[in-house]
C-alpha cells in the first residue's frame, strides 16, 4: 500500500483525532516536568502561573465543547476557575481534568459525522481563537482546541526552562 492510498483515506474526524493526540502528547511531557509547588509559579508580575496556564486550557476546552455542542446559539459562557473539577491542587489533579475535557471532546468528535463536521457553527466577530470569523466549520472548533493547548505547551515550556526544567532530547 502507497502512502498515497493510505492518506487519501484519512477522514476529518482520524485527523483531528491524530492532532489531539499529538499535542497532548506533548502537554503530556511538559506535566510530566511539572511538580506541585511549581503550580502557583510565574517567571513576572503579570504572567500567568503555571497553574493559570493549566486553568487556561481545560477552560478553553470546556468552553468550545459547549459551544460546538450548542452549535453557536445562545450566549458564550466562560468557565470560572473553580468550575474545572476541583482536583487543581496538584498536577496529577490536573490530569484528571485534562483527560475529563479531552474524553468528553473525542466523545462529541466521535459522535459527529463528515457531514456534522462541515456544519457551521457561529461566533462573536471579534474572538480571535475563531480566526475574527463569525462563522467556522465545526472541524475548525476542534482544531483550535489543539491550537491553544499547544500555545499553552510552548508557555509552560518555556516557564519550565527557566525553573531550570528544559525538554529532553
Same mark, same amino acid.
Given at each position: 500500500?502507497?502512502r498515497?492510498?493510505?492518506?487519501?483515506r484519512?477522514?476529518t474526524?482520524?485527523?483531528l483525532?491524530? #492532532?489531539l &493526540?499529538i499535542?497532548?502528547r506533548?502537554f503530556?511531557?511538559?506535566?510530566?516536568? %511539572?511538580?506541585?509547588?511549581? %503550580?502557583?509559579?510565574?517567571? &513576572?508580575?503579570?504572567?500567568r502561573?503555571?497553574?493559570?496556564?493549566?486553568f487556561?486550557?481545560?477552560?478553553?476546552?470546556?468552553?468550545l465543547?459547549?459551544?460546538?455542542?450548542? #452549535?453557536?446559539?445562545?450566549?458564550?459562557?466562560?468557565i470560572?476557575?473553580?468550575?474545572?473539577?476541583?482536583?487543581?491542587?496538584?498536577v496529577?489533579?490536573?490530569?484528571?481534568?485534562?483527560?475529563? &475535557?479531552?474524553n468528553?471532546t473525542?466523545g462529541?468528535?466521535?459522535?459527529?459525522?463528515?457531514?456534522d463536521?462541515? &456544519?457551521?457553527?457561529?461566533?462573536?466577530?471579534?474572538?480571535?481563537?475563531?480566526? %475574527?470569523l463569525?462563522?467556522?466549520?465545526?472541524?475548525?472548533?476542534?482544531?483550535?482546541?489543539a491550537?491553544?493547548?499547544?500555545?499553552?505547551?510552548?508557555? %509552560?515550556?518555556s516557564?519550565?526552562a527557566?525553573?531550570g526544567r528544559?525538554?529532553?532530547?
Amino acid at each position: 500500500m502507497t502512502r498515497a492510498s493510505v492518506e487519501t483515506r484519512m477522514t476529518t474526524t482520524d485527523l483531528l483525532k491524530a #492532532r489531539l &493526540a499529538i499535542v497532548r502528547r506533548d502537554f503530556d511531557h511538559v506535566l510530566d516536568r %511539572l511538580e506541585d509547588d511549581f %503550580l502557583p509559579w510565574t517567571p &513576572a508580575d503579570g504572567l500567568r502561573t503555571v497553574g493559570e496556564h493549566l486553568f487556561c486550557v481545560v477552560g478553553k476546552e470546556i468552553e468550545l465543547l459547549d459551544w460546538m455542542k450548542k #452549535r453557536g446559539e445562545g450566549e458564550w459562557v466562560e468557565i470560572e476557575p473553580t468550575h474545572v473539577g476541583g482536583k487543581e491542587d496538584s498536577v496529577e489533579g490536573w490530569r484528571i481534568v485534562l483527560l475529563d &475535557a479531552r474524553n468528553q471532546t473525542l466523545g462529541l468528535l466521535n459522535s459527529l459525522s463528515e457531514v456534522d463536521l462541515e &456544519a457551521v457553527v457561529k461566533f462573536p466577530g471579534d474572538w480571535w481563537e475563531g480566526l %475574527l470569523l463569525t462563522e467556522l466549520p465545526m472541524h475548525e472548533c476542534f482544531r483550535t482546541i489543539a491550537f491553544h493547548e499547544w500555545y499553552h505547551t510552548g508557555q %509552560l515550556d518555556s516557564y519550565l526552562a527557566l525553573k531550570g526544567r528544559p525538554p529532553k532530547e
